[in-house]
């Protein structure tokens, strides 16, 4: 039984990518919502033609535009159900955007999905820090590219996007672990300190899912993981952050959104939300100190480590999850359960 494809950009095989592949799978069975949609995202416009492939060939291609190309030659060797489990969770071929990719969280997890076997391109607004996260990626035989940039400037986000497309190739992973943090009481913070935080913790996190969602949808799809907190679940005993733990409930939300507007373009968008982590955010003055108690009150008995967060967002962004979409995933030790 032929596949018709409506809306394809060209006639052929050619065509069956991106959009045009979605059309045959049926996800925008409107044609007139399919056409608004490529001319949206700047594909060349849809023609009304109907093409006809088969089954085999439909599925051959559709295969080809999976956003992560997996290479299983390295894998040969493992037994064979090894290989299989393997295979699902790699990142090979991948390329990569890790915002606050210059410490903490977002470093460890661009080191950790150059060691699943993807590109990375590391960006963070300390230009010296992105730099040594790309640095040793590239020492481990990994490719990196530092780019520095604000995630709450759009157009260095773009030009970030172009940047590590042109080393690296298409973007087909994100990443957004850029953040800050500070505290006030909600009865005299600073209007200013509020926009501050929410500027960065939840615009910049939108705009950063905004450039490499284009890209993403341009490429034919790709998986983005936004770190939220465990802080858009409970409001954290002792810490006076209103601004944060809104910003924080605000992406776990913005990951739901933009999952039900992308899963037509094959764009995955999901979060973790980590517990109290030992990093440069967690050595504030009105942190440090309780971070022991924070660990007798985790029930696994101890706080993470910024490694604790790699094998989540490799699953997440991998083939393993390939049906998960809109989902916040608490890493967190087990604390909010109490
Ligand atoms: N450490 C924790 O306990 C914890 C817990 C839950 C969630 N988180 C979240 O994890 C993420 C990473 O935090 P971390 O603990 O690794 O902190 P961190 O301070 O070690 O790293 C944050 C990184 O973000 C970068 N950054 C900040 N503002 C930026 C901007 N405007 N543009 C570009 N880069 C910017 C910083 O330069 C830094 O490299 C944050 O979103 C944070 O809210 C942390």
Redesign the pocket.
């Known amino acids: 039984m032929p596949y018709r494809l409506s809306a394809c950009q060209r006639p052929g095989l050619a065509s069956l990518c991106g959009h045009a592949c979605r059309v045959a799978a049926g996800v925008f069975p409107d044609f007139s919502v399919a056409k608004d949609r490529a001319r949206y995202v700047g594909l060349p416009e849809a023609d009304d033609r109907d093409h006809y492939v088969d089954r085999e060939s439909f599925a051959r291609y559709t295969n080809v535009c999976s956003p992560v190309h997996d290479d299983f030659k390295s894998l040969q060797s493992l037994p064979q159900e090894d290989q299989l489990m393997t295979a699902d969770f790699s990142l090979s071929g991948g390329v990569a955007l890790v ?2 990719a ?5 470093r460890a997890i661009a080191l950790g999905l150059a060691g699943a076997g993807a590109h990375v391109g590391c ?4 230009p010296g ?1 992105v730099e040594a996260t790309a640095a040793e990626i590239l020492a481990a035989g990994s490719r990196a590219v530092p780019v520095a ?4 400037d759009p157009a260095a986000l773009s030009a970030a996007v172009a940047q590590i497309e042109s080393a690296l190739g298409p973007l087909t992973l994100g990443v957004n ?5 500070s505290a006030a009481p909600a009865e005299i913070m600073p209007g200013e300190q509020w926009r501050q935080v929410i500027d ?2 939840l615009t ?1 996190v939108f705009l950063s899912c905004q450039a490499e969602g284009r890209a993403m949808i341009r490429n034919g799809g790709g998986s983005i993981v936004n ?1 939220a ?3 858009a679940t409970i409001a954290n005993r002792g810490l006076h952050q209103a601004h944060y733990n809104s910003a ?1 409930a605000g992406v776990v939300h913005l990951g739901r959104s933009l999952a039900w507007e992308w899963a037509a373009y094959g764009v995955r968008v999901n979060s973790i939300s ?4 030992y ?4 050595q504030r003055p009105e942190q440090r100190d309780a971070m022991e108690g924070y660990a007798k009150d985790t029930p696994l008995g101890r706080n993470a480590q ?1 490694e604790d967060m790699v094998g989540p967002v490799v699953f997440l962004l991998s083939r393993a999850a390939s049906f998960v979409t809109g989902v916040d995933l608490l890493v967190d030790g087990g604390h909010v359960i109490w």
């Open positions: 915002t606050g210059g410490s903490g969280i977002g960006v963070d607004r300390v820090n940039a604000d995630v709450t672990a850029a953040g800050i943090a960065v913790d910049g770190i907190s465990m802080s924080k980590p517990g109290y982590t990093t440069p955010m967690t910024p």
